[in-house]
């Protein structure tokens, strides 16, 4: 049961980190600018329709969560997601020096999609 409930912890967390991320692109998208140096679209249309997709994921996370062996599909997609996510992160970078903050994301992508699949086989059991 040890592997279920930190599975259901890491998901959560995934929740949270979205949520968090699509607050900030909505109400001060100025301070992930900031903080990140990632330039903001021209529209803010774009930043609007990310926070709901972000906030849609968090909601699927918090479903997952409550009851894993149901949900499993949404954890693989949401491992695969993120490793996908981190990748494209971490390419872009390497592409743009400048855009360095997309590391910061990866990484964070990255440990979530880890923490996930670390539990979610011990927990299926």
Do not use: C
């Amino acid at each position: 049961m040890r592997a279920l409930d930190l599975l259901r912890a890491t998901l959560v967390l995934g929740a949270v980190y979205d949520f968090v991320y699509a607050i900030l692109m909505v109400v001060a998208p100025e301070l992930p600018e900031r903080l990140l140096q990632l330039p903001q679209p021209q529209e803010a249309f774009y930043l609007g329709i990310m926070a709901v997709f972000l906030t849609m994921l968090g909601s699927l996370y918090l479903f997952a969560a409550r009851d894993p062996r149901r949900y499993s599909g949404i954890i693989v997609v949401a491992i695969l997601g993120r490793l996908a996510g981190g990748v494209v992160f971490v390419v872009t970078a390497m592409r743009n020096p400048e855009l360095w903050g997309l590391y910061v994301l990866a990484g964070g992508d990255t440990l979530i999609a880890l923490s996930h699949a670390f539990f979610f086989r011990p927990a299926l059991r």
